[in-house]
């Protein structure tokens, strides 16, 4: 029986805390804490069990500190903000608890994410016998184990692998983001990268597109992006030539964020409004509807997942490995919509693997690097069946 303490009670911290509470044979005691103590209140008030609340702002490691001595979990799970990784990884370090999050640090001033801080405390971890799991949501997260999965069932060598992000759903608004707007719009208007024959290329924001048809969603048009897993994927797999991620946008989307770009709303350095200083971004997202509130009457589904060329046997083989994911069956199950729901089960499968020592090892490591077998048949159980399809050299081809 273990305890687990939730930082953050935003769309993705309001399924991850549901899904713990789902799994009462591992996890008795669950403790949801964030900066806004009513939202966690809130999520509590959805579930049978009883959870326990706190407010904590996390940019403030003592405070974490504080917190974690006094609720004494076996596992921290961060689903606030990248921008609080640090922080809170430093409190683990400090009170001698294992880390778990779903998206990768990046400094608050400065639209860039990448492993390096994190890998960094590599060594403080392993000297401490911790474990601090990276990247464990659905992408990065899912993402990557299907690549180990595939790495360890289906091939001997991976050459080429495209992550596939498509969201194929309906929320009824004129603009809004499926995760954390502030992050979400950081991401998505940076410039595109992917890793070729051991380079990395550069590519203009969602300059490169094409049609892909979508297994159980149709047709949708998807752009190249850079995303964090390619970083870890690119170390972890072996025989790659060539990684890609891409993600689908509609129209309507892409000209409200094309409009907020030109006239400055995604700018992230202050501006002066009134005499004070004002970070449009920042202002953007208190105006924009919050990820958790558009789950009501979210319909249409997701499909993410990888299409992954290769060798097994001295043969060529093709899969695509993907789940798909229904917005009105995650708001039935624990009112959410499917972008939080793909991000939250991951997460609290990965505490489970953690907790269980199913995942064991002292350090900071990417989720490639463990067993994926375990976690894979838990999707199934948790809510995130799977299917890998056997494709011909042409088939659903990527370009
Ligand atoms: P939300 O904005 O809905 O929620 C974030 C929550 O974190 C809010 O409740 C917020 O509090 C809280 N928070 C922010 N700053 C602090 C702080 N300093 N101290 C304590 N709590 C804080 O975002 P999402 O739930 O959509 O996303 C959560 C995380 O999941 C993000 O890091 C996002 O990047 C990641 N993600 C990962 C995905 C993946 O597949 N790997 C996909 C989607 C998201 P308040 O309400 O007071 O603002």
């Given at each position: 029986m273990s305890k687990v303490l939730i930082i953050g009670a935003g769309g993705v911290g309001g399924v991850v805390t549901h899904k713990c509470a789902?799994?009462?044979?591992?996890?008795?005691?669950i403790c949801l804490a964030s900066r806004t103590e009513e939202k966690c209140k809130a999520i509590a008030a959805q579930l049978k069990t009883r959870i326990q609340t706190a407010k904590v702002d996390a940019d403030k490691p003592l405070e974490v500190v504080r917190l974690i001595k006094k609720i004494n979990p076996d596992i921290l799970i961060n689903v606030a903000l990248p921008y609080q990784d640090l922080s809170i990884m430093e409190a683990c370090l400090a009170t001698g608890v294992d880390y778990l999050d779903t998206a990768n640090y990046e400094p608050p001033n400065k639209a860039k994410f990448e492993y390096k801080w994190q890998w960094k405390y590599h060594k403080a971890f392993r000297e401490k016998g911790l474990l601090a799991v990276l990247g464990c949501g659905f992408d990065p997260g899912v993402s990557n184990i299907?690549?180990?999965?595939?790495?360890?069932?289906?091939?001997?060598?991976?050459?080429?692998v495209d992550i596939l992000d498509c969201n194929a759903g309906s929320h009824g608004k004129a603009f809004a983001t499926n995760f954390n707007p502030e992050i979400n719009i950081r991401e998505i208007t940076a410039r595109g990268k992917y890793w070729e024959k051991g380079q990395w290329k550069d590519t203009d924001p969602?300059?490169?597109?094409?049609t892909f048809n979508f297994p159980e969603v149709g047709p949708k048009e998807m752009y190249l992006m850079y995303h964090e897993e390619l970083e870890s994927l690119v170390k972890n797999i072996k025989g790659l030539?060539?990684?890609?991620?891409?993600m689908?946008?509609?129209?309507?989307?892409?000209?409200?964020?094309?409009?907020?770009?030109?006239?400055?709303?995604t700018r992230i350095d202050p501006v002066?409004?009134?005499?004070?200083?004002?970070?449009?971004?920042?202002?953007?997202?208190?105006?924009?509807?919050?990820p958790s509130s558009l789950g009501k009457n979210y319909k249409g589904?997701?499909?993410?997942?990888?299409?992954?060329e290769g060798i097994k046997n001295g043969k060529k083989r093709k899969i695509y490995i993907y789940n798909v994911c229904d917005h009105a069956q995650c708001w039935k199950e624990v009112k959410s919509q499917a972008i939080s729901y793909t991000t939250g089960v991951p997460a609290a499968i990965g505490a489970r693997m953690v907790v269980t020592g199913a995942w064991c090892d002292?350090?900071?490591?990417n989720v490639e690097q463990f067993n994926p077998d375990p976690f894979m048949e838990e999707l199934n159980h948790y809510g995130l069946p799977w299917k890998v399809k056997h494709l011909g050299p042409g088939q659903m081809p990527v370009k």
């Amino acid at each position: 029986m273990s305890k687990v303490l939730i930082i953050g009670a935003g769309g993705v911290g309001g399924v991850v805390t549901h899904k713990c509470a789902q799994m009462p044979e591992i996890f008795d005691e669950i403790c949801l804490a964030s900066r806004t103590e009513e939202k966690c209140k809130a999520i509590a008030a959805q579930l049978k069990t009883r959870i326990q609340t706190a407010k904590v702002d996390a940019d403030k490691p003592l405070e974490v500190v504080r917190l974690i001595k006094k609720i004494n979990p076996d596992i921290l799970i961060n689903v606030a903000l990248p921008y609080q990784d640090l922080s809170i990884m430093e409190a683990c370090l400090a009170t001698g608890v294992d880390y778990l999050d779903t998206a990768n640090y990046e400094p608050p001033n400065k639209a860039k994410f990448e492993y390096k801080w994190q890998w960094k405390y590599h060594k403080a971890f392993r000297e401490k016998g911790l474990l601090a799991v990276l990247g464990c949501g659905f992408d990065p997260g899912v993402s990557n184990i299907f690549c180990a999965y595939a790495q360890k069932h289906y091939f001997d060598e991976i050459h080429t692998v495209d992550i596939l992000d498509c969201n194929a759903g309906s929320h009824g608004k004129a603009f809004a983001t499926n995760f954390n707007p502030e992050i979400n719009i950081r991401e998505i208007t940076a410039r595109g990268k992917y890793w070729e024959k051991g380079q990395w290329k550069d590519t203009d924001p969602l300059s490169v597109h094409q049609t892909f048809n979508f297994p159980e969603v149709g047709p949708k048009e998807m752009y190249l992006m850079y995303h964090e897993e390619l970083e870890s994927l690119v170390k972890n797999i072996k025989g790659l030539k060539r990684i890609r991620f891409w993600m689908t946008f509609g129209e309507q989307y892409l000209t409200h964020l094309r409009v907020l770009e030109n006239v400055g709303m995604t700018r992230i350095d202050p501006v002066m409004y009134e005499g004070k200083p004002v970070v449009p971004l920042k202002f953007l997202k208190a105006i924009l509807p919050e990820p958790s509130s558009l789950g009501k009457n979210y319909k249409g589904k997701t499909n993410i997942g990888c299409m992954m060329e290769g060798i097994k046997n001295g043969k060529k083989r093709k899969i695509y490995i993907y789940n798909v994911c229904d917005h009105a069956q995650c708001w039935k199950e624990v009112k959410s919509q499917a972008i939080s729901y793909t991000t939250g089960v991951p997460a609290a499968i990965g505490a489970r693997m953690v907790v269980t020592g199913a995942w064991c090892d002292a350090g900071v490591f990417n989720v490639e690097q463990f067993n994926p077998d375990p976690f894979m048949e838990e999707l199934n159980h948790y809510g995130l069946p799977w299917k890998v399809k056997h494709l011909g050299p042409g088939q659903m081809p990527v370009k």
